[in-house]
């Protein structure tokens, strides 16, 4: 079902509940019949919602990709590789996935399902940073899931 962010309009993305939970600083049981989504708008406050829930980002444990642009924030959440770790990599001569983690020396993958805040796969986010890093200025953030580890 489509929705959009409650609170700016944002066509919205429907996330896992693990997902979620594992995010937000106040230990929460969500409901299995509550349908939650994130707002991927950098410039709404609101991070997950549901029909009778709005989180905030002053209610997550972890910054969040999508809604923090800053470079200590985790763009691979399996391994904890950063925003400011992958521009690092590719300032020395990285262009792909891995060649960044093997740079890096983060290539802890597979726990998306929970750790990443979308439940997602970071594959496509982190193609994003790396052509954010290049200069190529990716105009569209691609939020669809991948096959590659979830
Ligand atoms: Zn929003």
């Avoid at 409650?6 to 299995?32: F, H, W």
């Avoid at 999508?66 to 690092?88: A, H, P, Q, W």
């Avoid at 890096?104 to 597979?110: D, H, R, S």
């Amino acid at each position: 079902m489509f929705q959009v962010c409650i609170k700016c309009g944002t066509p919205a993305i429907q996330v896992n509940k693990e997902a979620v939970e594992n995010k937000l600083e106040k230990e929460l049981k969500i409901s299995a019949r509550d349908k939650i989504y994130a707002c991927p708008s950098a410039s709404c406050k609101t991070v997950y919602f549901s029909k009778e829930m709005n989180f905030t980002t002053d209610e997550l444990n972890e910054a969040i990709f999508f809604k923090d642009t800053s470079d200590d924030v985790s763009i691979c959440y399996c391994s904890n590789l950063t925003r400011g770790e992958i521009k690092n990599a590719v300032n020395n001569g990285c262009k792909t996935i891995d060649e960044v983690r093997d740079f890096t020396g983060k290539n802890i993958t597979g726990n998306c399902k929970e750790q990443n805040p979308l439940g997602k796969c970071c594959r496509n986010s982190f193609l994003y940073e790396i052509e954010q890093a290049l200069g190529q200025k990716p105009s569209v953030f691609n939020f669809k899931p991948c096959s590659c580890c979830c």
